[in-house]
Structure formats: structure tokens, C-alpha cells
């Protein structure tokens, strides 16, 4: 009998492993980014103001989702998905290491370049091994996506707990080198036994005219190399000077320009019949909704993170609670209530009771915004000079996941349902391309939190409040017609 694992191919404790080891990288790293950069000179930080650091953070949870569709690009055409997880993993382990080792903030930008790469490269490319285990399609395919999905928030949650621990163990480096070590026991692991995925995600050579077609691809992608290495070197030596704050809001306007042309081109030269095209409204609706959303989601590992660290009371005991910790809050919470939403969108079905794609994602909108209404009440104690318990973060991090698990999962499902079978690959291009678009934003917003001037944080707070509420409540008017231009899509 072939070896298994939980009930599955024995390839998926493979893809399981390696993920895990990968999220548990990307999370626990991410705890530490805006604290070490705004971290004091003296205590190993580089003493980065506050708008500078997060937009920084904006840009690199940016571009790894931009990164995912070059990166899947390279493992259909050149290389194949295994090869591009095998080298993704090995630059997410390097990336860590500069970080570790960086004497100046041009050497961690650096750094953070070759993560983006790394995720890139990796992120999308052992989802799709996943699939081709499953060659059958079906139940089985979802639910080994499912256990594909405990990976990557166990990892989620162990990540930052380790990196945190080590940070205050031994120094502020010590967490992003712990972070590159278990990424590179991921890719050991990974080699040891990519054995179990038989031909899944094996690249196979071109025959005939497609060699030539390659070999056109490689040169392009090796212009693409020198040009990328040459704007390294020119801003790691100085002779491009990088302002964060303006790039972050350069490439913004970036995204929404290619967000805009290309619905404009998928309403206007896509071929669309009235069905598509009615469908396609509800596509921009959806891609508003999640841009929006996680420009307020993505906080946790700005704002929300220097608000742990600076406003926190986290003694408990003789121990002081490392301030990456609170961001295990998130998938620790996911592993403990997805199954129990899974549950409840069935029940309701069953009952004609279940909310359509748009009601869901107003949903999701509402409840991002009440956590920051927790947050909006406890910056009240904080500008009247106290520190608060942990507990209001708990909850705001508690309704942030309700939210998410409203509106992601759910997102994920009806940019596919939705988009004509031609379009679906770029549609789910379109759907990354949200989630950067509103991770950018989110770096943004972080960045006009005042560390001198919280008497202002609850206001603040409370405009955050105003307009996802309000935005939710008027995708929550929306969600009827909306649904009708859906037409039988469930």
C-alpha cells in the first residue's frame, strides 16, 4: 500500500511541512519588521521614524503578492513548480540571513528584496503542487486543501512565538536569524522527501517549437534579472536614493492604474457576454471590498504591532510578554473557529438562510471595523497616559479573524465562480492584487499614528471606524442587487 498521510498522498506531509515552515518564516519575521526598524540605535534597531517604517512594511507585504504572479509565471514556463520551490525557499532562508546580519537599512531593504523573491516563487507555486496530487478534482482535492490550510496557520501561529523568544533571548537580530534557520530546515526537508510527490509539479522540457519559445523566455527573464540587480546595487551603494513614504504612495497610484485599465479592458475588449458582463460588476464590487478590507486587516503588523509594544501592559508575573506574540493571535484563532464557520455557512444553506458573496463581505467589512472600535476605546485610557491589558487587542484581533473569515475564504471562492472560465487566471491576479493594494494602504494609515501625539489616537481610530462601518453598511444595502447581477451563481 502507498504510504499516506491523515488519509492523503503522502506527498501532501511534504507540501504540508514545507509551507508550514515557510509561514512560519514569513509570519514570525513580519512580527519583527516595524518594531526593529523603528527599534532605538543603541538597542540594535536603526531608530526609523514611525511613517517611514510602516511604509516600508506597506511595500514589502505589497509586493509579495505582486511577486506571486511572476513567480508563478516562472514555474509554468522555465522551471516547473518543484525547482521554483526549492529555489523560493532557499531565498526566503538568504533574505533572513541579510536581515540578520544587516549593518544599515540599505542592507536590510536588501534583504527584504530577496524575500519578496523567495515568497514569490515558493507562495503560489506549492499551493498548485497541492492540486496536482489530486489529479481527480472533487472532495478529496478540497479537503486536502484543508489540511493544507492547518499547515499554514500552525505555522502562522508557532512563527512568531520563536522569532519573539529569540529577539528577547538573544538581541534584536537573533529573531530574523531563527526565521532563516527553520526556512532552511523547510527546504531540507523538502528535498529529503519530494520523492512522495512523484511527477507533481516536475517541469517538463519543451519539444519542438517550444524550445525555442523557452529559450526566448529565458532571455527575457534574464534581462529582467540584470535590470532588477543593477537597481539593487544602485540603491544598496547610494546612488539612488529611496524615499519609502513616497514610493509606497507612488506605487498605490500604480496598482489602481493597472486595477482600472484592466477592467476597463475586461469590460470593453473581453468578449463579454450580458451575463459576464453583469457578473464583472460584481467582480469590481468584490475587489473594492477586499482592497478595503485589508487595508484596515493588515494593521496587525503596524499600528496594531507598535501599539502592543508601546501601550501594552504585557507583565504577567515576572515575564514580559514579547509584543510579537499578540500576532499568533490571528491564525491561532483561525485554526479554532474556521471549522466552526464552515459549519454555519452549511447550516444556513440548509435552511435558505445562508448571506450571498456581497452580504459576506459587507459582513467581513463590519467586523474589521468593530475591532477598531475596541481599539478606538482603549486609546482612550492610553491618552489619558495609562497602559492597557492585553485583552483589548485579544479582541480586536478575535473580530478582525471573524471578518476574515467572512470575506477571505469566501472571496477566494467567487473570483473563480464569477470570471468567465477564459479570465479565471488573471481574476485570481485581480484578487492578489487587491490584497497588495490594501496591505500598501495599510502601511500608510499606520504611518499617521502619531507616537507624540496619542490625545489624537482615539479620533483616529474612530475615523477608521466611520469608514469601514460605513462602508460595510453600504455593501450590506447593496448586497441584493448586487446578488441579482450574480444571476445563479451560489
Known amino acids: 500500500m502507498a504510504a499516506t498521510f491523515l488519509g492523503h498522498p503522502r506527498g501532501l506531509a511534504t507540501l504540508f511541512f514545507t509551507e508550514m515552515w515557510e509561514r512560519f518564516t514569513f509570519y514570525g519575521m513580519r512580527a519583527l519588521l516595524v518594531l526593529f526598524l523603528v527599534g532605538a540605535v543603541q538597542t540594535g534597531g536603526f531608530g526609523i521614524d514611525d511613517r517611514t517604517a510602516t511604509a516600508i512594511y506597506g511595500l514589502y507585504q505589497a509586493a509579495v503578492y505582486l511577486a506571486a504572479l511572476p513567480g508563478g509565471w516562472i514555474a509554468d514556463r522555465l522551471i516547473g513548480a518543484q525547482r521554483a520551490v526549492v529555489a523560493g525557499g532557499i531565498a526566503i532562508a538568504a533574505g533572513n540571513a541579510i536581515l540578520a546580519f544587516s549593518t544599515t ?8 528584496v530577496v ?27 478540497d479537503s486536502g486543501f484543508t489540511v493544507f490550510y492547518m499547515g499554514i496557520n500552525a505555522g502562522a501561529t508557532i512563527g512568531p512565538l520563536v522569532t519573539g523568544q529569540a529577539q528577547a533571548w538573544f538581541g534584536p537580530r537573533a529573531g530574523f536569524a531563527a526565521a532563516g534557520l527553520f526556512m532552511a530546515l523547510g527546504v531540507v526537508q523538502f528535498l529529503f522527501t519530494r520523492h512522495h510527490l512523484g511527477g507533481a509539479g516536475v517541469y517538463v522540457r519543451p519539444q519542438g517549437a517550444e524550445v525555442a519559445r523557452a ?16 537597481l539593487l546595487v544602485a540603491i544598496s551603494t547610494g546612488a539612488i536614493n ?10 498605490q497610484n500604480l496598482i489602481l492604474g493597472m486595477a482600472a485599465l484592466y477592467f476597463l479592458y475586461y469590460f470593453l475588449a473581453g468578449g463579454l457576454s450580458p ?8 467582480l469590481v464590487v ?11 486587516y493588515e494593521q496587525a503588523g503596524s499600528s496594531l504591532n507598535l501599539f502592543a509594544e508601546r501601550y501594552t501592559d504585557r507583565t504577567i508575573g515576572g515575564f514580559t510578554v514579547p509584543s510579537s506574540w499578540f500576532q499568533s493571535l490571528n491564525p491561532a484563532f ?7 464557520f464552515s459549519w454555519a455557512w452549511v447550516a444556513l444553506a440548509r435552511r435558505q438562510l445562508n448571506p450571498s458573496a456581497p452580504a459576506k463581505f459587507a459582513l467581513g467589512v463590519i467586523l474589521m471595523g468593530s475591532g477598531f472600535l475596541v481599539m478606538a476605546a482603549a486609546a482612550v485610557f492610553v491618552a489619558a497616559g495609562q497602559k492597557v491589558l492585553p485583552t483589548w487587542l485579544t479582541i480586536t484581533y478575535l473580530l478582525h479573524t471573524f471578518g476574515e473569515l467572512c470575506l477571505s475564504p469566501v472571496g477566494l471562492s467567487y473570483f473563480t465562480k464569477l470570471a468567465p472560465r477564459r479570465f479565471v487566471g488573471q481574476m485570481m491576479g485581480m484578487w492578489f492584487l487587491a490584497i497588495s493594494l490594501g496591505n500598501l494602504v495599510a502601511g500608510l494609515i499606520a504611518g499617521e499614528f502619531d507616537a507624540n501625539n496619542v490625545a489624537a489616537m482615539p479620533g483616529q481610530y474612530m ?27 451560489e
Not at 496530487?133 to 482535492?141: C, D, Q, S, T
Not at 458582463?277 to 460584481?282: D, E, S
Not at 483561525?334 to 466552526?340: E, Q, S
Request: hydrophobic residues 55%; contains cysteine.
Open 334 to 340: 483561525i485554526i479554532g473557529f474556521a471549522p466552526l
Open 275 to 282: 451575463q459576464e458582463r453583469r457578473r464583472g460588476v460584481v
Open 215 to 230: 529559450a526566448a523566455r529565458w532571455r527575457g527573464l534574464g534581462i529582467a534579472v540584470i535590470a532588477l540587480a543593477a
Open 115 to 141: 524575500i519578496v523573491i523567495g515568497v514569490g516563487l515558493l507562495k503560489p507555486n506549492v499551493s498548485a503542487i497541492v492540486g496536482d496530487l489530486y489529479p481527480e478534482g472533487g472532495a478529496r482535492l
Open 286 to 296: 468584490l475587489f473594492i471590498g477586499c482592497a478595503l478590507f485589508f487595508s484596515g
Open 242 to 251: 529611496v524615499d519609502p513614504v513616497g514610493l509606497a504612495r507612488i506605487t
Open 105 to 112: 537599512p540599505r542592507d536590510f531593504y536588501l534583504g527584504l
Open 463 to 489: 475615523h477608521i471606524v466611520y469608514f469601514s462601518v460605513g462602508l460595510g453598511a453600504v455593501l450590506l444595502v447593496l448586497a441584493r442587487p448586487v446578488k441579482k447581477l450574480m444571476g445563479d451563481i
